[in-house]
């Protein structure tokens, strides 16, 4: 899957320190707001099984599953007693209501397993399947095998048939049955999803197995190991269109309830994961060939071509990792659906992917260079999964990290191919490394990998969908690939996946081909691969490196954010790391040292005696640690950055004002030291410095924006920002045309976006002028890639009639990346009054979806002036607010919004009296960060006291008269 979360990451990059507890969260809502419904409704069943103890207790693999005793059915885990050869699956989704009200769907199958132990019961995972007919188990020679009445075990989701003798091991069997599912609008299994196309409600029936949810759609054994083929039928109306993962087999009709039905036969699949198997019934159109097909709305597909990109890019990249892992394509067609309101960002489901329509359709003239640099990234990580994670599967959820991280790195290396001019390989830095450093950098965080028998119910294995399990993954992949090298890095890949194609892994095979590799090309690595990478896998967070260049000492500590942070998680290997430190010096070319210990001494990092020479480690940042230095280094670095900065690759000068924040923050250096890494700026036109710098002041900004530090802070910005400013000014020749590259269109984003928010008053002209036109034209001729900034600096420079011109914008527009961008805008009013109107239609939901509320709200706290009219309007509409949302998994970030600024006493109290106050209505799934929230009031708090007066007083002295 990719990451839920894949929204703006410009967005996304801004929240980062105040949303760092809630970051985890945030990528796995999407996820874990299917499971908790299903954990809901699963609860809420509760069949008494009879009591049947069973013979194959003690055959049942140990440790995988609870309780050690007992039936089989009261554990989560199945083990291997019957395993699947083949699914035959028959399916009808009735796309109306029926008499109940009730979107269902009708269903046959035969699964075609065989037994591995003696045993007296057929065990199969099913969740809220219906069995219209008594289950059938039939021999291979289709003798009935006779059986008791069939129960479910709901908390542990399975179809239990008791028989009335024995399975006998090496047997073929045949189980039979007939079901009703309901199809419903829950985002897991065969679901529903609606859409309205010229004033008609459309109904889509569309699948999302991933990670367990294939036995909602039908009985299986649902356990990415226990792959077998699947044929699959799909019945449907004859203007509908059925996809599967396999190309249509023969189609035929027949009469139901009196109208013609088509029913559609797919080809057999290969052997594959139950979590893989995608269908979908549709009145979708499709843009492509034979092989590749983009699918969606009509009007999405037909009239806007927004399926044009997507196409445009899917066979480079599909070409690129046949190439890469030296193996064809393994299915004879790829289809990509976009669905509107898709849980995840996107599922890889093998052939027929399934993507939210922001990561799939682009459309030229309303999306931007972000929305489409994401549609091309999302649409590589899946491709990527079609060979890693769908040919070659982990054994079990506990190492989902390989699997998504492995797809998280290479994503970059396929989108390089389709789009050569972007750099975008670079943007992992940002994107994964820094972002996830955040929240690795906590206690809270947890390793890459545990045990298999700690992960078992569904609740466990969505846990692991997190950024760790992302983006810690993908950083610490492209660390083992670049020391490596590629070449052999790509060697032990190819081995691996021919080796375990249709088959399973942990992720030591893949080190072990690793190692092959390595050992056939003598390739020098003291250590065994497996003994370096357990040091970045089996314990959580990360180092920080300090190098003291006045004797050449290099050591290691466990980086925590928090300096009063107690660390209560052991690790066995006591917090220290096998580090590949790579360097340069002013006068040397990159070289690299590993560090196997606490500390110690390396010659060439003693710079004694040797002038202004410095020294910066982590070239490119392809290690996944932070870096510190000695005073006299870093001064160094700086003079450098100052005078020349090109010496500094672009990355590394990202990375030297992100660790230096994060290391301020930790209380290893000093808060002024992080803001001397800002000085150079004035010089610096690339995109990753200035987001680094960006990051790393929004706290700032929310520590001090209701404070006098503020005004110093932005007097300094805004002679920051003025030289970029210009600079993208002359480039684009006053704002007329788009940079080249990528990374220059995010600069330019950014420097219209901060010189608007700092003051310089070109840019709130600017803004007010293109709104203008626009709003008198009817005409938008915003660019898109600066309509947020636009938007938000218009209407916070105007009054009613700008507010109210772009609400009626935002609810005529049908595209939902235009929506977004104007929704934000409206909450950039300077109006009280106007912001409190927001306010109001955030509730409302005829004006402003469900989904969008608790971001409106969030927004408005982003705009200072709305801070305490959202901890008001919040507090006075509690009660309305927790009964629409409190089950849902964003409903923490609510919390966190409204109070990400709180750092005084008196926030504290209100706080804390709000906690009181409310506990009679309560807070949902915000408990934790409303606990969270008050810990990190009392942070802040500290930290203010500690740097309000330094702080003032070095940006007042950096501001130049
Ligand atoms: C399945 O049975 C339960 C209990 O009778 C009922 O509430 C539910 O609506 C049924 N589901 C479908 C899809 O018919
Ligand atoms: C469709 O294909 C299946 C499997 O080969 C076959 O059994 C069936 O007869 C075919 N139906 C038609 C109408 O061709
Ligand atoms: C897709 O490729 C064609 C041919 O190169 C090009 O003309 C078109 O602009 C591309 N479409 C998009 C959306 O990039
Ligand atoms: C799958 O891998 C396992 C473990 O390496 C091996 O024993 C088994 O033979 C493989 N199965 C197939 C079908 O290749
Ligand atoms: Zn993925």
Redesign the pocket.
């Known amino acids: 899957m990719a990451k839920g979360f894949y929204v703006s990451k410009l967005v996304a990059f801004v929240a980062i320190f105040f949303a760092i507890a809630a970051v985890a969260t945030i990528i796995a809502l999407a996820v874990v707001y299917s499971n908790e419904k299903s954990n809901k409704d699963s609860e809420s069943g509760g069949t008494t099984s009879e009591t049947i103890t069973t013979r194959t207790t003690s055959s049942f693999q140990p440790g995988t599953g609870s309780p050690a005793f007992g039936p089989i059915w009261d554990r989560y885990r199945l083990g291997k007693h019957l395993v699947p050869d083949h699914y035959d699956i028959d399916l009808r989704p009735v796309l109306t209501k029926n008499d109940h009200g009730l979107y269902v769907f009708h269903g046959e199958s035969k699964a075609h397993f065989t037994c591995k132990v003696i045993i007296e019961h057929v065990v199969i995972h099913s969740r809220k399947l219906n069995y219209t007919e008594e289950p059938i188990l039939t021999d291979a020679d289709g003798n009935t095998i006779s059986a008791k009445k069939h129960f479910l075990a709901e908390k542990t989701s399975y179809l239990v048939l008791p028989l009335n003798e024995l399975l006998q091991p090496g047997k073929k069997y045949t189980l039979h049955t007939k079901f009703v599912g309901e199809l419903a609008d829950d985002l897991a299994g065969f679901y529903r999803s609606e859409y309205v196309e010229d004033g008609e409600t459309k109904i889509i029936a569309t699948t999302q197995m991933q990670a367990t949810a294939a036995r909602k759609a039908f009985p299986c054994f649902d356990e990415p190991t226990l792959k077998a083929t699947f044929s699959i039928t799909l019945r449907h109306k004859l203007d509908y269109v059925a996809l599967s993962n396999m190309n249509v087999l023969n189609v035929t009709t027949e009469q139901w309830q009196n109208e013609p039905w088509q029913i559609t036969k797919f080809e057999k699949s290969p ?1 594959m994961s139950t979590y893989l198997v995608a269908f979908v019934v549709s009145q979708f159109k499709a843009d492509g060939d034979q092989l590749i097909k983009i699918w969606g709305r009509k009007k999405a597909i037909e009239d806007e071509n927004q399926g044009e990109y997507a196409l445009n890019v899917t066979l480079p990249i599909l070409e690129f990792f046949e190439t890469y892992y030296n193996a064809p394509y393994p299915l004879p067609k790829s289809d990509q659906v976009a669905i509107p309101d898709f849980s995840a960002g996107a599922m890889e489901n093998w052939g027929l992917i399934i993507y939210r329509e922001t990561a799939l359709l682009y459309d030229n003239r309303e999306s931007s260079i972000n929305n489409k640099e994401r549609v091309l990234e999302v649409i590589s990580h899946e491709l990527a999964h079609q060979w890693f994670g769908n040919l070659v599967t982990i054994r079990w959820w506990n190492d989902l990290w390989l699997n998504e991280g492995f797809a998280s790195y290479v994503e970059y290396l396929g989108a390089d191919h389709a789009e050569p001019t972007w750099n975008i390989k670079d943007l992992t830095v940002p994107y994964d490394t820094h972002r996830v450093m955040a929240v690795d950098a906590l206690t809270s965080s947890h390793p890459l990998t545990s045990k298999e028998e700690d992960v078992n119910t569904p609740a466990e294995i969505s846990a692991f969908f997190d950024s760790i399990t992302y983006s810690k993954g993908a950083a610490v992949i492209r660390m083992l690939s670049s020391f490596l090298t590629e070449e052999l890095f790509v060697e032990g890949l190819r081995t691996y996946l021919s ?7 942990v992720y030591t ?1 893949l080190w072990n081909h690793l190692q092959a590799a390595i050992d056939k090309n003598n390739f020098q690595l003291e250590n065994k691969i497996e003994d370096i990478m357990n040091t970045w896998i089996l314990q959580m967070g990360f180092p920080v490196i300090t190098i003291d260049t006045t004797r050449g000492l290099v050591q290691q500590q466990h980086f925590l954010l928090d300096p009063k942070a107690v660390v209560t998680q052991p690790s066995q290997f006591n917090y220290t790391w096998i580090v590949p430190i790579t360097y340069i010096t002013r006068t040397s070319l990159q070289n690299h040292f590993w560090l196997k210990q606490h500390s110690d001494v390396h010659t060439p990092f003693d710079l004694s005696g040797q002038g202004n020479n410095w020294l910066l480690a982590n070239i490119n940042v392809t290690g996944y640690y932070r870096v510190n230095y000695d005073d006299g280094n870093w001064d160094r670095l700086l003079q450098q950055l100052n005078t020349d900065l090109s010496a500094i690759p672009v990355i590394n000068r990202a990375q030297i004002i992100d660790d230096a924040f994060n290391l301020a923050r930790a209380e290893i250096i000093n808060t002024t030291r992080a803001l001397e890494t800002t000085r150079f700026l004035t010089k610096e036109v690339e995109y990753m410095p200035w987001q680094a710098a960006l990051n790393s002041l929004s706290y700032f900004t929310q520590m001090f924006d209701r404070t006098e530090v503020y005004g110093p802070m932005k007097a300094y910005m805004k002679q920051q920002v003025t030289p970029l400013f210009d600079y993208f000014k002359n480039k684009t020749n006053d704002w007329n045309i788009r940079p080249a590259t990528l990374q220059d269109q995010y600069s330019e984003i950014n420097a219209v976006s901060m010189a608007c928010s700092y003051g310089i008053r070109e840019c709130g002209e600017l803004a007010t002028r293109l709104f203008n036109l626009w709003k008198n034209s009817n005409v938008n001729g915003i660019h898109p890639n600066l309509r947020s900034a636009i938007y938000c600096e218009a209407i916070a420079r105007g009054g009613e009639e700008e507010w109210n011109f772009a609400l009626e914008q935002y609810r005529n527009t049908t595209n939902a990346q235009e929506a977004d961008k104007l929704r934000a805008g409206l909450a950039c009013s300077k109006e009280p009054w106007i912001l409190n109107r927001l306010l109001e239609f955030s509730l409302d939901s005829t004006i402003i979806r469900k989904q969008d509320t608790v971001s409106t709200i969030t927004n408005v706290v982003n705009n200072v002036i709305g801070q305490n009219l959202a901890w008001d309007f919040v507090r006075a509409n509690w009660g309305k607010i927790y009964q629409q949302f409190g089950g849902s998994s964003s409903f923490g970030n609510l919390i966190t919004g409204v109070t990400k600024r709180f750092s005084t006493e008196f926030e504290l109290y209100q706080l804390k009296q709000f906690k009181e106050d409310n506990q009679d209505i309560g807070f949902g799934t915000a408990i934790r960060t409303l606990d969270q929230a008050i810990e990190r009031t009392e942070a802040n708090a500290r930290w203010v006291n500690q740097n309000k007066a330094i702080v003032q007083e070095w940006f007042e002295a950096a501001v130049k008269p």
């Open positions: 052997k080796q375990f194609a249709y088959n399973n892994t095979d």
